[in-house]
């Protein structure tokens, strides 16, 4: 396991980190356990979820494991989240001092923890001014409940409001986003990527692997069956079968990610993996297992680097359909600027 600092902090993270989305759901608690188990076994320290993940029951399946570990706590970086609605109440969601200081202390509860280490914004909420949800999380860290901020599900031009307000209020700053960032889905490179690496925000890239395209189990033109996401459910999501299958791009991504991992003698999962993980600002890849077979190969990629050929393959192979402006090769132009 590699590790890097979180961020723009001083605080040190596994380069992968476990997800528990499917705690209490997809994988019953005696797997997640043994999910955590493995994972810090294996020298991970980061361990994201949100109190939205299984209504609660992720953050209790992850309490439980913790006090049943004494002395785990103080190893680990834990991350949780806060912004969709827990009830019926419509103070129940949204990024307000309402909302967020009763889901903070509801995760809490939860973790059975005194302070969360990373504590993030699920999304944006447009009713709610954001300077109001910066000064809930300076209040937060002051008081002891959080170690630091981050967001999710920011576009460009909202996390670098929140940076630059945070900076020009001496607030606590946002430390990290957490995107959807994969080699299907690319498009956080237009400006957030940017914004990140200018404000030494760090990025943790959810659904790493596309809802399991990139781990080569499906098969085009055959709609998926069985004991798998898109087998129980074929449109699911942003990952539904449909759309990704008639799209030439999938599979052009997928027959490079093929073609790196069969020479490498290393599974399709780790190639796509250690592509992300090495991609500029990026601090930790979030796993997302069922199973844990599916977490040990996940595993495999941490220390996995690619070559300059390989990474030049996949990138190519990968490049987001984008029109001439303000992002493709005119808008590039406009924008750049030599000596």
Request: include cysteine; hydrophobic fraction near 40%; aromatic fraction near 8%.
């Amino acid at each position: 396991m590699e590790y890097r600092t979180l961020g723009g902090t001083g605080t040190i993270v596994s380069s992968l980190c476990l997800g528990t989305m499917t705690f209490g759901n997809e994988s019953s608690e005696e797997v997640s356990h043994a999910q955590l188990d493995r994972f810090v076994e294996v020298g991970g320290n980061f361990v994201d979820t949100a109190n939205v993940y299984s209504r609660g029951t992720s953050e209790e399946v992850i309490g439980r494991w913790l006090k049943a570990h004494p002395g785990v706590r103080d190893q680990l970086v834990i991350a949780t989240k806060g912004r969709f609605p827990m009830g019926e109440d419509p103070n129940s969601a949204g990024l307000t001092r309402v909302n967020l200081s009763r889901a903070l202390d509801a995760s809490l509860r939860r973790l059975g923890v005194e302070t969360i280490d990373l504590y993030q914004a699920h999304a944006w909420d447009p009713l709610t001014p954001i300077e109001e949800t910066l000064a809930f999380f300076d209040d937060a860290v002051r008081a002891g409940k959080i170690r630091y901020a981050g967001v999710s599900n920011f576009l460009g031009w909202q996390l670098q409001k929140a940076a630059l307000l945070s900076q020009v209020r001496g607030l606590a700053p946002i430390v990290t986003l957490q995107p959807q960032y994969n080699l299907l889905v690319r498009e956080i490179e237009f400006e957030l990527v940017d914004v990140c690496r200018n404000e030494n925000i760090g990025i943790l890239p959810w659904s790493p692997l596309g809802g399991g395209w990139l781990t080569g189990k499906y098969r085009r033109d055959a709609t998926p069956t069985g004991a798998t996401r898109l087998g129980e459910d074929p449109g699911r999501g942003m990952e539904a079968y449909g759309p990704r299958n008639s799209d030439t791009r999938t599979w052009r991504i997928l027959e490079a990610v093929g073609q790196v991992a069969e020479e490498r003698g290393v599974s399709m999962s780790q190639v796509s993996l250690a592509w992300l993980a090495d991609r500029p600002a990026v601090t930790s890849v979030i796993l997302g297992a069922r199973t844990l077979d599916q977490l040990e190969d996940n595993l495999g990629a941490a220390g996995l680097h690619l070559s300059e050929k390989e990474t030049e393959l996949l990138t190519e192979a990968s490049t987001p359909v984008i029109g001439e402006y303000p992002y493709g090769p005119q808008g590039i132009a406009q924008r750049a600027r030599k000596i």
